[in-house]
C-alpha cells in the first residue's frame, strides 16, 4: 500500500493535487479562523452593550433607594436581580473597597483589595481609579465551566448626592462607588460553539467539494494526456516505434503529444531504413567475405606456386647429382657385365656400386615424395604428427640452397617433444616459409638457427632466428600484411608469411616476430598440443582422411 502510495505521488498529476489540496486547507483554515474571531468579536460587541445596558439599569434602578439610604429596599432589589437568569452577581463597591450591598448576602461586607479582581483593572499604578477598562471576562466562580462578563459601572458623586442631608460625601469627591455586574456567558458561548461548528462544518464541506472538482479538473486537463504520454513513452521504450497518441486539446499539452506522434513516426521511418541499410550491408559483407575467401585460396595456391618454384631449382640440383651417379655407375656396372667379373674385388666394387645407385635413388625418391607431399592442395587435415620429423623434413629440402648461399644450419629439437594435433603439410609449409625468407635474409652467408621445445600450458615453439640484415622498423608491424615483402623486386610477392599466419591461426596458434637491423630476426610459433577442426571444413578433412 504504501508503495502504491510512492508510486503515486511521483506523478506531476497527483503532486499538483496534493499542493493545491495544501493550499486550500491552509486557506480555508485561515478563512475559517477569521471568520470565527470576527464573529467572536461581534458577539462579545454585543455582549458588551448587552451588559452595559443591564447594568445602567440596575443603576438607574437603584438610583432612587440609594438617595433615600434605603439600604432595605437596595439589598431586596439586589437580591431579585440576581435571582434572574444569566445574572451571576451584582454588588456596589464602596469608595473605600468595600461590599456594600450584593446578591449574595455572604459577599456583603467584605474588603477588596485594589490589586484584586475586579478593582486591579480601574486603578492605575499610582492608585489613581480609571473608568478605561470597565469590562472583564472571566471563569466562572461557581463552576468554572463558562465565561462571565464582569461590567462596573461607577456611581459618581452627583450635585444632587454631595448636597443631600442623609449624605456626608464632599463635592470634591468624583466617585462614590461602582456597580460590579457579573453576567453569565453560557447561553451566548453555546450559541458562539454552535456558530463555529456550523461555520467549520461549511468549510469542511466546500473544501471537500472544491477538492473533488479540482482532482476532476486536473485528471482531465493534466493527467490524462500525461498518462497517455507516459504510456507512449513506454511503448517506444519497448520497440513499438510509431505509436500514435490520441490528440484531444489545442493547449500545450496537445503540442506535446503532437510533437511525441511526430517524433514517434521519425524514429519508425529511422528504424525502416536502419534496417533496410542493415539487410544490404550484411549482404555487401556476405559479398565481400566470399570474395576474401576466394582471394585467400588465390593466395595459398599463388604462394605455393612460388615456393614450387623456387624448390624446383634445389630440388633439379639435388636430384641430377645422384642421378648422375647412377648413370656413372651404371655405365660401369654394364661394362663389368660385358667383360666379366673375373675376380672378388672387382664383383665387392659392382655390389658396392649397386647400393650407391640404390642409395641414391631413394634420396631422389624422398625428395620427389616430400616436394608432392607439400605441394599437394588439399582441406586442413587434423592427425597426430611429430612437429620434430616435420622440421627435419623441411630442413633436408632447404639445406641445399642453405649451402649454396653459405648459411651454417644448427638444429636444437626436443627430444621429449609430445606429438601435436595438426596438418604436417600445411605446417611444412609454414616451416619452411620461415627457413626460405631467413636464408634469403643472410645473402652474404650467416647462421640459422632452428629448435623446438615444449611450453607450459599444453603448447610447443617452433623458433626460427637468424643473424641476417633484419626487418626495417616501420615494415615489421606490417609484416604478416599480404603483399608485405623486403625482398629485390622479382624475388618475392609478399604472400608467404600472410599465409603462414593464416595457417597457424587455423591451427589455433599464433606467431610472434623480433628483428633488429643488422642484428637479426627471431620469428617464434606457438602451435596448441590439441588443435580443434575449424568448423567450416569437417567435411573436407573427413573426405582426405
Known amino acids: 500500500m504504501l508503495e502504491q502510495l510512492q508510486t503515486r505521488v511521483k506523478h506531476v498529476s497527483t503532486k499538483l493535487l496534493l499542493l493545491l489540496l495544501v493550499c486550500l486547507a491552509v486557506g480555508s483554515a485561515l478563512l475559517g479562523y477569521i471568520n470565527i474571531s470576527l464573529h467572536r468579536h461581534d458577539l462579545e460587541q454585543v455582549e458588551l452593550r448587552q451588559g452595559i445596558g443591564i447594568s445602567d439599569f440596575i443603576h438607574d434602578t437603584t438610583q432612587h433607594a440609594m438617595m433615600n439610604n434605603d439600604r432595605r429596599d437596595i439589598t431586596e432589589a439586589m437580591q431579585a436581580i440576581g435571582m434572574h437568569e444569566g445574572v451571576e452577581r451584582v454588588r456596589i463597591i464602596n469608595h473605600d473597597g468595600r461590599v456594600a450591598f450584593s446578591s449574595d448576602p455572604a459577599d456583603v461586607g467584605t474588603l477588596q483589595l485594589r490589586t484584586a479582581t475586579p478593582c486591579a483593572d480601574c486603578h492605575s499604578a499610582a492608585g489613581g481609579p480609571t473608568l478605561q477598562k470597565r469590562f472583564r471576562i472571566f471563569n466562572s466562580n461557581k ?11 461607577p456611581i459618581e458623586n452627583r450635585p444632587e448626592c454631595s448636597n443631600a442631608a442623609c449624605h456626608a460625601h464632599p463635592a470634591s469627591q468624583r466617585l462614590l462607588g461602582v456597580l460590579d455586574t457579573d453576567l453569565s456567558l453560557r447561553q451566548e458561548d453555546a450559541s458562539l460553539a454552535s456558530s463555529n461548528l456550523l461555520i467549520v462544518s461549511f468549510l469542511l464541506g466546500g473544501g471537500a467539494l472544491i477538492g473533488v472538482l479540482v482532482w476532476l479538473a486536473i485528471r482531465i486537463v493534466l493527467h490524462t494526456p500525461l498518462s497517455r504520454l507516459r504510456a507512449g513513452t513506454e511503448h517506444l521504450a519497448d520497440g513499438e516505434l510509431g505509436y500514435q497518441i490520441p490528440v484531444d486539446s489545442a493547449d500545450e499539452l496537445g503540442d506535446l503529444a503532437r510533437a511525441f506522434n511526430s517524433m514517434s513516426q521519425q524514429l519508425q521511418s529511422a ?275
Open 143 to 153: 463552576d468554572g465551566r463558562h465565561r462571565v462578563l464582569g461590567v462596573i459601572t
Open 271 to 545: 528504424q525502416r531504413e536502419i534496417t533496410s541499410w542493415t539487410h544490404t550491408l550484411e549482404h555487401r559483407v556476405e559479398q565481400k567475405t566470399s570474395e576474401l575467401q576466394n582471394t585467400q585460396q588465390q593466395m595459398l595456391r599463388v604462394e605455393r606456386m612460388i615456393a614450387i618454384g623456387k624448390m624446383s631449382a634445389v630440388v633439379a640440383h639435388e636430384i641430377n647429382n645422384p642421378l648422375a651417379g647412377i648413370l656413372t655407375y651404371s655405365k660401369l656396372i654394364k661394362k663389368w657385365i660385358l667383360r666379366g667379373i673375373s675376380s672378388e674385388e672387382q664383383k665387392q666394387e659392382a655390389v658396392e656400386s649397386l647400393d650407391l645407385i640404390a642409395s641414391e635413388s631413394k634420396r631422389c625418391g624422398e625428395l620427389l615424395q616430400n616436394l608432392l607431399q607439400f605441394s599437394r592442395s588439399s582441406p586442413i587435415n587434423l592427425s597426430l604428427s611429430d612437429l620434430n620429423v616435420i622440421v627435419t623434413r623441411t630442413i633436408r629440402l632447404a639445406e641445399h640452397k642453405a649451402e649454396i648461399a653459405g648459411v651454417l644450419l644448427q638444429v636444437d629439437l626436443d627430444r621429449n617433444l609430445p606429438p601435436i594435433n595438426c596438418d604436417a603439410a600445411q605446417i611444412e609449409q609454414v616451416a619452411l616459409a620461415m627457413i626460405i625468407n631467413a636464408i634469403d635474409a643472410m645473402p652474404h652467408g650467416g647462421n640459422l638457427w632452428v629448435s623446438t621445445r615444449q611450453l607450459p600450458g599444453e603448447q610447443v615453439e617452433l623458433q626460427v632466428r637468424d643473424d641476417g640484415i633484419g626487418i626495417p622498423p616501420e615494415i615489421l608491424p606490417h609484416i604478416f600484411d599480404p603483399f608485405t615483402t623486403t625482398k629485390e623486386v622479382g624475388k618475392g610477392v609478399g604472400l608467404g608469411l600472410a599465409v603462414s599466419k593464416g595457417i597457424v591461426e587455423m591451427h589455433g596458434g599464433h606467431i610472434e616476430v623480433t628483428s633488429v637491423l643488422g642484428v637479426g630476426t627471431t620469428f617464434l610459433i606457438y602451435l596448441p598440443l590439441r588443435a580443434v577442426l575449424p568448423a567450416a571444413q569437417p567435411a573436407a578433412a573427413m573426405h582426405e582422411s
